[in-house]
């Protein structure tokens, strides 16, 4: 069973937006969801109060035991975990512990840059020669052509790993949090650029062969 930490010790960069659309994406394909949040702001959990019951299940997973954290329960098939910014240390290492794949969501800000860079190295360093477990980062809020996308294109390309893709600054991801959706709950259409962009991303969470990463460009 594939466990997806979403991590960042920056804060506001993306982490319950991206954590919530990797569990829709999961539960639109039929899987046995779960979402995890041990950020005390609980921002995944309220997502989840507000999702609707017509729309792909998820359940929430409570994560957190008194001695720890605990594994999805027996029945789950696939589980994402969101975290706190300020993520370090014995915390870092009891998730990681428990994470297959880590995706870190990086804005093109020079400050989320420099933030992420130490985290990054430090997140390699513990999954280092341990089978079966993969990083990789998300570009947030990702202008095409701006010259922020240019310096974070810049940054990660000096990173040994991956940058799967890069998501617009669009207002379909407020939208659908407000109302506990993903675009993988709505009709294609809608979202048809949103999902282009995410392809290369549900790719990776499969397991599938790489193809072209898709841009931010408008």
Known sequence: MPVVLIANPKGGVGKSTLATHVAGYFANQGHAVMLGDVDRQQS????????????????????????????????????????????????????????????????????????????????LERTEGKAGKRVALVGMRVGGRTLAAGQLREFVARLDVPVVTELRDTQNYVQLAARGLTLFDVAPGRVQRDLAQWEPLMRWLDGRPAGPAASGNP
Do not use: M, N
Request: hydrophobic residues 40%; glycine residues 8%; aromatic residues 6%.
């Open 44 to 123: 995944s959990r309220l997502w989840l109060g507000l999702r609707p019951a017509q729309v792909a299940p998820i359940q929430g997973w409570d994560a957190e035991g008194e001695e720890g954290l605990l594994r999805p329960p027996r029945g789950t098939t696939h589980a994402v975990l969101d975290s706190p910014a300020g993520l370090h240390g014995k915390r870092l290492k009891q998730v990681l512990a428990l994470a297959d794949q880590v995706l870190v969501p990086l804005q093109p800000s020079l400050f989320d840059i420099y933030a992420t860079s130490d985290f990054v190295h430090r997140l």
